[in-house]
C-alpha cells in the first residue's frame, strides 16, 4: 500500500520528530511511504481567519501535490479535517470540485488509518508511564476521530493509561483563536492544565501538536513537571522498559 506523508507546518517546521515517528509506523505495518515535497500548508490558518481566496491558493498547492497519492495521512487531526472540508470549499468550480473530493476522499489521521483503514489496533509497543490523553476539538468535532487514538494507547504494553477529566473542553488554542482572543484562550488553558494534574500523569499525550504545545507551554509556566507528546511518540516505543526522557 501506497502512502503519502502529509506533514503539516507545525511538524515540519517545530516539531520534525513526528513526521519520523508517522513514517516509521507506517513502515512498520508494511506501507511504501513517499513525501510530496511541493506540499504546503493546508490553509486552514488563513481560512479560519476569513481570508478565503488566499486560503484557496495553498489549498489548491495541495490539490496538485497530492494527486497522484493513492493515500494521505498526517499526524494531525486538525489539518486532515481541513482537507476534508475542501469539497465544499469548492463546490461548484468546475476546475477544482473533483480534485478537491479526490483528495478529501483519500486523506487520514494517523490513527485514524491504522484502525480504520488498515484494521491496526496493536502495533506491539512498549511504553512505561502514566498517560492521559487530550482529545483535541478538530479531531474529535470536525475529523470525528474518537476512538482510534483511545484504542491504540490501550493496547501498548505496559501503559497506565488514565482518563482526562472534562476531556472534551477546549484547550483555547484553536488555531488562530488563541491570537484573537488571549484572554478568552489563557483562561481556558489554566482549566485544562487543572484537569491534567488531577490524572497525577507524568505524560500527556494527543494528536495535534498546536493543542499540545498550548497546553504545554502553560503546564511549563505553572511549573509542572508533565512531558508533552504526540502520540506516534508513544506507538513507535518498543524497547523494553521504554519511556521517553
Aim: net charge negative; with cysteine.
Amino acid at each position: 500500500m501506497k502512502v503519502s506523508l502529509f506533514i503539516t507546518c507545525v511538524s515540519d517546521m517545530i516539531f520534525a520528530d513526528v513526521g519520523k515517528h508517522t513514517v516509521e509506523i507506517l513502515e512498520r505495518v508494511g506501507c511504501e511511504v513517499d513525501f510530496p515535497a511541493a506540499q504546503t500548508c493546508c490553509g486552514q490558518p488563513a481560512y479560519n481567519s476569513g481570508y478565503l481566496q488566499e486560503a484557496k491558493q495553498s489549498m489548491k498547492q495541495m490539490m496538485r501535490s497530492f494527486k497522484d497519492s493513492e493515500y494521505v495521512v498526517g499526524p494531525s487531526g486538525s489539518c486532515v479535517g481541513m482537507l476534508k472540508e475542501y469539497p465544499a470549499i469548492f463546490k461548484g468550480d468546475s476546475e477544482w470540485e473533483e480534485a478537491a473530493v479526490d483528495l478529501a476522499n483519500k486523506s487520514y489521521e494517523i490513527t485514524q488509518f491504522l484502525v480504520d483503514v488498515l484494521g491496526v489496533t496493536d502495533l506491539g509497543s512498549t511504553f512505561k508511564g502514566k498517560v492521559t490523553y487530550h482529545p483535541s476539538c478538530h479531531m474529535t468535532r470536525i475529523l470525528g476521530v474518537k476512538d482510534a487514538p483511545q484504542t491504540l494507547l490501550r493496547h501498548v504494553k505496559g501503559i497506565e493509561l488514565i482518563e482526562l477529566p472534562v476531556k472534551e473542553d477546549c484547550c483555547g488554542f484553536g488555531g488562530t483563536f488563541a491570537v484573537k482572543n488571549p484572554d478568552i484562550s489563557r483562561e481556558m488553558v489554566k482549566e485544562k492544565s487543572q484537569h491534567v494534574s488531577e490524572t497525577n500523569a507524568e505524560y500527556l499525550a494527543g494528536g495535534d501538536m498546536g493543542c499540545l504545545m498550548n497546553i504545554g507551554g502553560r503546564m511549563r509556566r505553572e511549573g509542572k513537571n508533565v512531558k508533552v507528546v504526540h502520540i506516534t511518540e508513544i506507538l513507535n516505543t518498543h524497547e523494553q522498559g521504554g519511556g521517553i526522557a
